[in-house]
């Protein structure tokens, strides 16, 4: 970790504590040996100072810690503020309204404004009306088709209902055993969080290579 930590103090000028870990987010020591297993890095005076001990006697510099040096010494890490945050949970609320609106206003379209236009049709034209009522039960006899298995359902129903299948047999398993499940989540988040550090740890690589 010696290098990658000086890597990080290059990109980030303030102090660090380095530490390394296996597979199984246990502490490894790889300072040569001793049971000390934390490196510190910071600067003293314009130069690079590097010191191996235990994270509760290492004796970490004071450095600024306002807003202002932090935002440049971290600007190149992308980050969002309080408003920000809040303008975007805003937006996709929006959104989400938006769409139950569309949702309702075609239900509503169906349920109350076709049958309307039909009664309308028939009380203006006979044939008109009839032609009306042909199709709204046109559109209601291929549905019930469909909901009775008749017709063969569109590519979209079937992997919806491949997907419900799916999340359903899974969730019986699960809580059939409920500690297998639990384990199996924290060795996928495990996992997951591993790769995204080694991921972190190339990019860095590539960043100053």
């Not at 291929?142 to 359903?168: A, H, T, W």
Request: hydrophobic share 35%.
């Amino acid at each position: 970790i010696y290098d990658e930590a000086l890597q990080w103090f290059r990109r980030f000028q303030v102090p660090l504590v380095a530490s390394a870990v296996d597979s199984d987010d246990d502490p490894i020591d790889v300072s040569g040996g001793s049971v000390r297993r934390e490196l510190l890095v910071y600067s003293r005076d314009g130069e690079v100072v590097t010191e191996w001990g235990r994270l509760d006697k290492l004796s970490i510099p004071s450095f600024d810690t306002s807003p202002d040096n932090l935002l440049r010494v971290y600007s190149s890490i992308r980050y969002s503020t309080e408003e920000q945050r809040r303008q975007k949970a805003d937006k996709k609320l929006k959104e989400q309204r938006t769409g139950f609106r569309i949702i309702i206003a075609i239900l509503f379209l169906r349920r109350a404004v076709i049958p309307a236009c039909v009664a309308l049709a028939f009380y203006l034209h006979p044939v008109l009306g009839f032609l009306g009522l042909l199709g709204t039960s046109a559109d209601a006899a291929i549905g019930g088709l469909r909901v009775l298995g008749y017709l063969p359902k569109s590519k979209k129903d079937k992997q919806e209902e491949e997907k419900r299948r799916r999340m359903e047999h899974h969730d019986y398993h699960c809580q059939l055993n409920p500690r297998g499940f639990a384990a199996l989540r924290a060795e996928n988040l495990g996992e997951s969080l591993r790769e995204k550090v080694k991921q972190e740890a190339r990019d860095l690589y590539n960043e100053n290579s």
